[in-house]
Nanobody, 121 residues
């Protein structure tokens, strides 16, 4: 059973930084391939949107709104996906979700429980 557990959210002032981490368990020896690993967010009253992801070939996608401020990274030895967020803005306030997109003849998404990020003075 794949599990994604996020940590690192909280309250930060505008211009501050936070690092989110996602621990991915039970993927060794799994009968699927990983298409991408990444972070999404959902603000109140809005749809969930992509923040950043690492595609299996190594390419990285960022939402235009976070380019130059956020950095996604993956530690294969620890099975973690980190999101470093700098120069945070109030509009970055949202619940952030870790995502694992897999393929085993059909695409399956796995999600973490979410972690709240609030940017406010």
């Amino acid at each position: 059973q794949v599990q994604l557990v996020e940590s690192g959210g909280g309250l930060v002032q505008p211009g501050g930084s936070l690092r989110l981490s996602c621990a991915v368990s039970e993927i060794s020896g799994s009968a699927f391939s990983i298409s991408s690993m990444g972070w999404y967010r959902q603000a109140p009253g809005k749809e969930r949107e992509l923040v950043a992801r690492i595609i299996s070939i190594g390419a990285v996608n960022y939402a235009d709104s976070v380019k130059g401020r956020f950095t996604i990274s993956r530690d294969n030895a620890k099975n973690t996906i980190d999101l470093r967020m700098n120069k945070l803005k109030p509009e970055d306030t949202a619940v952030y979700y870790c995502n694992l997109n897999t393929w085993a003849g059909v695409a399956v998404d796995y999600w973490g429980q979410g972690t709240q990020v609030t940017v406010s003075s």
